[in-house]
């Protein structure tokens, strides 16, 4: 393990940086990630899972649901001979990754808050403090919580409006760009073979 | 100095309280060294709760690096099977986790997170959840496992819904005042299946981060990664090209069209509008509607009366179901951003789920107007369609969630007995049809 590596390993454990790079593979460390890994409105620290695969492994790795955002990491393997086309699939994952972790962790987090502030005031307008004498939270019943979840909805159209729009387009071009790597690879085998054949 | 931070990290971990991580499992994590670093990193989510330890977590995390580093072959490795002890053992961190989180932190929302796993829950969860809960938190290769795919394609295209959808078209056949021709029953029945399933798989494709983020929908196979969104594109068109030309060659062309629509109208309206606006339950409900109109125009060609009557049959019949159904799922529904009546307009969504319910009583005696079936029919759907009727009209007045859910489980038994109703009481032409369609009906009371 040469120096360079463990140091932006260090690095990296050192500061929480919400993906995560395999160690063993060559990476550019991904630095255009590292500006959006600490969006200041975040009151918690985004929680990645360090984890490394084997060196051998020629395939992406996926992860267990985030706890911020319910949205599953993956770890990108970048092969030896790269093509820009490839490249740039990748890096478009990576992005449409990130900005959907960050649009979830901030919607459920937004959710959670103004719920808990919710029922804080129904609970005060009632009179009732928000533990009962056994201790437990007090729970407002189903149609109280329905005047918030309206709410929620109703104040989040636009900003719930532009997100459907740039998903369906990352989403499409993000398949798109998978196609035709995956015409790239075939024909790179199928000239590959031709000319193993012709030698 | 690379045995120290080992020890370190699992004599930090034998400091943990017994009663979360049972004894056996201690053991086999101390005597396993491959299995430290998942019990680490279980560890390190553990201590990321308490900002106060800020420092000892960045120090596990150091000399977790150094440990895992240093000795050669600890890398993670892919594991096809499931380990057990480990799974548990974050299971067990949940609980842990669960616990430190008692203080009043603004968490993300709690239905999301699993239930802790303590020995009593252990033997009450059936056995495919739980293996589907411990699979989910593994990290795994992002690579087709040709064993599964038949389960993953069944998964993509929601087998069972199609199978409905399957099953409502060819009552829609059967309901035709035609001979029953087996050939084109199949086709009919086949390309609507393969219809279905693309329409699904484009749904799955769409939703996957809203999908991630909702308990129901959590364990589809776009969500956990076990194909790629190409491959789930590629499966839809595979089904879905074969499927609309076998309705237009094999059965007809106004068959084809109609499978064609019904796969544009679920996947370009419906998918997207349920982010935009309550119209697409609406819409839904069209698509509902359309398989037994498909049914109907594959038997006689066209688009009659009778295929509009069974085709409102389901339309109307949506709305008891998905309203039911939505009304318990608001929350989840609210933070997912899906814009449904039960949340936005919750007073509509009774009054049309009631409306519609009686509806259904008023469409079951259009049959003999419509010369669809005899006049018992209407006699003899009363029963349930009274009965649903009645749990609708408890659901407008209370609204709470056990009329909800009484409503939703009525709706899905009362779909095919109103459809084999149907299919007893239709119009005779052919009295052999009925007798293989529905062979063990009672004779009717009069």
Redesign the interface.
Known sequence: MNVRTFNCLLFRSLRPCYTHAPALLRSPCRGHRQSTSQPPKHAKQTERSEFSPAASSKYDWIGPPDRLSNLRPIIYHIPENETPLERKLRHLRQETEDWNHEFWTNQNFTFSKEKEEYMRLQLAAKGLSERDDDGRKRNLSSEEMAVFYKHFLDKNITRHASYNREWYRRNFTITLLMARVALQNTWRTLTGREKGKTT | MYKTPCSRLTGVWKCLPHGLVGVNVQQKLIANASRSHMSA?SL??LC?KNQAEWFTF?HL??L??QY??SSGGL????RPKQEPVASALDDRDDSVVRQVQKI??????PG??EPPCDSKNIQVEPEATKAARLE????????VEYNDLPGIYARLSKIKLTALVVTTAAAGYAMAPVPFDLVTFLMASVGTGLSSCTANSINQ??E??FD??MNRT?NRPL???QI???HA?SFALACGIPGVTLLTLGVNPLTGFLGALNIFLYTCCYT?LK??SITNTWVGAVVGAIPPVMGWTAATGSLDLGALLLGGFLFSWQFPHFNALSWNL??D???G?Y?MMS??H?GLCKRVALRHSVGLIGLSALGPVLDVTTWTFPLVSLPINLYISFLAFRFYRH???QNARKLFFCSLWHLPMLLLLALTCKKSRVSQDEAAVAPSTPSLPL
């Open positions: 990193r390190i989510q990321r960045q995390c150091f977790k690096r895992v580093k890398c993670q490795r892919a009043p932190a603004l968490k993300p929302e999301i997170v989910a938190r593994q990290w795994k290769e992002l690579r494709y769409f996957v981060p991630s983020n959590k969500v956990r990664g790629s969104p190409l594109v997207p982010r935009l608001r929350e529904y609210s933070r951003g814009r949340v936005t919750p609204g709470d969630r």
